[in-house]
């Protein structure tokens, strides 16, 4: 998986970097800063910055929507969120971390 910085010429135009993510009741988780993507250039997962001083978390790209307002709403809270595996500064996601996600967020 690649990080949105790298080879962009293939990926859909839909951004989602700097938009707010929000749990159902839009209560404020965080904001987007990458998108991590597979190898045939769909996002997978977004990387959501949880605020100031804190760390950065994937969350599942297919599970939320693009509201009206902006926002990618997710079906999780920020509690769920927080207890994600954290993303490093590289933000890629190897096969262990993804395997991890996926419990963690019951995608498996």
Same mark, same amino acid.
């Given at each position: ?33 990458? &998108?991590? *993507? /597979? ?9 959501? @910055?949880?605020?100031? =001083?804190?760390? !950065? ?16 709403? &997710?079906? *999780? /809270? ?9 993303? @490093?500064?590289?933000? =890629?996601?190897? !096969? ?13």
């Amino acid at each position: 998986m690649t990080n949105d910085d790298t080879n962009t010429a293939d990926r859909p135009t839909f951004g989602y970097r700097g938009h707010d993510v929000v749990d159902p009741s839009h209560r404020l988780i965080g904001t987007i800063s990458d &998108v991590v *993507y /597979d190898s045939g250039g769909d996002p997978q997962w977004a990387v959501v @910055d949880l605020g100031l =001083l804190r760390s !950065s978390h994937f969350v599942p790209i297919a599970a939320g929507y693009m509201s009206e307002a902006g926002e990618f709403v &997710v079906p *999780y /809270d920020k509690r769920v969120v927080k207890n994600a595996p954290k993303a @490093d500064r590289s933000h =890629l996601v190897d !096969s262990s971390t993804s395997q991890q996600l996926q419990r963690h967020y019951e995608l498996i």
